[in-house]
């Protein structure tokens, strides 16, 4: 504590133990400074009304410094405060604010002679003040409790409670989002002054109406513009089904409640790992120990598949998938006693779901065979009747999985052809180019796009996709951070990192709260590709030490597809450090958990980052061993232009280039710089693709390569 934060403090002790009992207008400086219990030298001695004035500038000062030194008293007699935790639910969430402004109210009904003291003082401006001699500007106090009082109060406002408010309103607005920087501080002083007014002009209110009536107003006038309107549903579905509850545990009415609640959450997609809590929650209610209706077996079979979904958003991915496996299990064995068309509906549901569980783990060949039964299902019936079918939506909702999972299996020609078609088709069905199933589907582009080794198009089409759903949608929700996070990933691919640290570093999705409330997934992904940008800016340190930590995080998990993943990060930073030596032992670590089939593109991204160990070891044998194990993936169905396959092959040609071998260059670089375009429309590597820029510089200076030419290009106009 610096000596003016002491010196103020020994003043509100001071002027606190004189307002107690004296009138305002009856204060004298002098009574107030002869109060002040501050050791000078070692020695005691009596203050002036004039060191008193040099110190607090005005009475306003005086009198909210005395204010915060006998609340700070009041609070602690009454219990240590303990730091408040996130509340489970919003209603907590409102509870645990009016708790906290109880305790204001309550200080009010002990301290009332002083709070209005201090009311009359807080207004009270000085002749001296108004003089056109006197300073403009406001003093400089300490960045503490008691210089921020003192600032409050030379502005003639009281903060004296803000302290008591602000981790609790912190806690509270967790619940429901991520406030930013700032906000918890500057809406508990905002409170902490209303209360003060409110409180002290209602001396004879009972406290715990007063209190309620002040967390209503935080509620409405801080809360709900921060987290959205949304809150206002969950509010009111959580208190019918604590209604519900009061009425009898387990009773219909409140399972009926809790599908509300559980509607309310899953339709923002914020509260992803509340909303699987609910869920299960849920579940318990609608399975009685005898044997449900047919009402209560479809149910069940909906809310099991809600409770995957959230779960696979989340990132628990084993639970996810037990979810769904009980889904399918009840379609089969139970609803399909009751009705076989609704079965089969359940269970091409549950079927497309364990798929997309599959693509997640790192699974995709297996994902796309159950999604491939799935679309093929969900076909029938689905091109009948134009407009916005229900067979329809289901149709084209496991046509979108059908393409994520091509591309993910390395297909990547045939998933973007797919995932093409799907926006046409949502885009003819729909009509809206900007409605937020058709900018869903473009999204899904974005991502095959940069797959097929086009990160120009995915950048141009993730862009103008993520900006619409990021209008239609809540900043914390997952899917404006999911597509913040492809497009870091376009970024990467172009070799920009500090586009890419813009755009996480200004998103929720690098949050802590954001990988325990919305989803850890996505948040890990997230901290992968902030890491390899670091590296790309030359701060391998650091995102070494980052890659390391979340390895460590992982590590208890199974070795699915995200944890590989990062397992590669780590490996490819490593061996940018010039540790040829550790990333070799990462890497050995990732061979020895993938499977077959598994993931082909992972896969090949292993075989190409152990290549490159094994050149910068020196083992010219081993490498090319690699290399040729990451060619033969074409006869795993990895598609021959794959950009990974691609990419190993320039590896190769730079190689043998820097060893002074001129011998097959030609052969090695064709397929990169061919620009007959595939299948889907477009050359293998699209234009400003860093691989095609490498190849033709490579292809140029070893003067060994025949560069396709194209035919010049002339405008009509200028013809």
């Known amino acids: 504590m610096s000596a003016q934060e002491r010196r103020l403090s020994a003043i509100g002790e001071a002027a606190a133990g004189v307002l107690r009992h004296t009138d305002y207008h009856l204060v004298r400086a002098e009574d107030v400074a002869a109060a002040v219990r501050l050791s000078r030298e070692g020695q005691s001695g009596r203050r002036s009304a004039v060191w008193l004035y040099n110190e607090v500038k005005s009475r306003r000062v005086l009198v909210a410094l005395a204010l915060h030194h006998a609340f700070v008293e009041f609070a602690d007699r009454n ?138 107003h935080w509620y409405e006038r801080h809360l709900i513009p921060l987290a959205g309107t949304w809150i206002n549903d969950l509010d009111v579905a959580e208190r019918t089904r604590d209604v519900a509850r009061r009425a009898g545990v387990g009773t219909r009415a409140e399972a009926d409640a809790q599908v509300s609640v559980l509607r309310s959450i899953l339709d923002t997609g914020i509260l992803l790992e509340r909303a699987s809590r609910e869920a299960a929650e849920l579940s318990r209610l609608l399975s009685p120990p005898e044997a449900g209706t047919e009402t209560d077996l479809r149910a069940r079979c909906d809310v099991e598949s809600r409770r995957g979904l959230a779960l696979l958003r989340y990132g628990d991915l084993e639970g996810a998938q037990a979810g769904f496996r009980s889904s399918l299990d009840l379609a089969e064995n139970e609803v399909k006693a009751y009705d076989r068309e609704a079965a089969a509906l359940y269970a091409a549901r549950a079927r497309h779901n364990l798929g997309e569980v599959l693509v997640e783990r790192g699974r995709p060949v297996e994902g796309a065979e159950l999604i491939g039964q799935a679309h093929a299902a969900r076909a029938e019936g689905a091109g009948e009747s134009a407009g916005v079918s229900p067979s329809w939506r289901r149709f084209t909702l496991t046509a979108q999985a059908a393409a994520r999972a091509a591309v993910r299996a390395g297909k990547v020609v045939d998933g973007l052809i797919k995932a093409e078609a799907v926006v046409a088709d949502r885009h003819a069905r729909l009509g809206d180019p900007g409605d937020i199933n058709v900018v869903a589907a473009r999204v899904s582009l974005g991502e095959a796009l940069l797959e097929a080794g086009q990160p120009i198009e995915a950048r141009h089409v993730l862009q103008e996709a993520g900006r619409q759903r990021a209008d239609l949608l809540q900043p914390t929700a997952y899917w404006p951070n999911h597509d913040t996070v492809r497009m870091a990933q376009v970024e990467l691919t172009l070799g920009d990192p500090s586009a890419v640290l813009r755009l996480l570093e200004r998103a929720p999705v690098l949050d ?208």
């Open 79 to 216: 219990g240590p405060p303990e730091r408040p935790v996130t509340p489970g639910s919003l209603v907590e969430a409102r509870d645990l604010v009016t708790q906290s402004l109880l305790l204001v109210a309550r200080f009010h009904r002990a301290e009332a002679f002083l709070t209005q003291q201090v009311q009359l003082g807080i207004g009270d401006i000085a002749t001296s003040e108004k003089r056109q001699s006197a300073p403009q500007g406001a003093p400089s106090w300490p960045d503490s409790a008691m210089g921020r009082a003192a600032a409050a109060g030379w502005a003639g406002r009281v903060v004296a409670y803000a302290d008591h408010l602000r981790p609790v309103i912190a806690a509270a607005a967790h619940a429901v989002c991520l406030p930013p920087a700032g906000w918890a501080r500057a809406c508990a002083e905002k409170l902490s002054d209303l209360a003060f007014d409110a409180l002290t002009d209602d001396a004879d209110g009972p406290v715990d109406r007063q209190a309620a009536a002040l967390s209503a």
């Open 512 to 719: 802590d709260w954001f990988a325990a409330h919305v989803s850890f997934r996505l948040w890990a992904e997230a901290r992968t590709a902030h890491a390899l940008a670091m590296a790309l800016g030359d701060d391998v340190g650091t995102a070494l030490s980052g890659l390391r930590e979340l390895a460590d995080l992982l590590a208890p998990a199974p070795a699915d597809g995200l944890v590989l993943s990062v397992a590669r990060a780590l490996a490819e930073v490593q061996l940018w450090s010039g540790d040829p030596a550790a990333a070799p032992a990462t890497l050995k670590r990732v061979r020895a958990a993938e499977t077959e089939p598994g993931d082909p593109p992972g896969r090949a991204r292993t075989l190409l980052l152990a290549a490159r160990c094994e050149d910068a070891r020196g083992d010219d044998k081993a490498a090319e061993r690699h290399r040729a194990a990451l060619e033969a993936l074409k006869d795993s169905g990895v598609d021959a232009q794959h950009p990974l396959l691609l990419e190993g092959r320039y590896d190769a040609a730079a190689h043998r280039f820097e060893t002074g071998r001129f011998d097959g260059l030609d052969e090695l670089l064709a397929p990169l710089l061919k620009r007959a375009p595939l299948a889907h429309g477009r050359p293998p590597l699209g234009d400003g693709h860093p691989l095609l820029l490498k190849a033709v510089t490579l292809a140029d200076r070893s003067g060994a390569v025949h560069l396709p030419r194209a035919p010049r290009q002339v405008l009509w106009e200028d013809a």
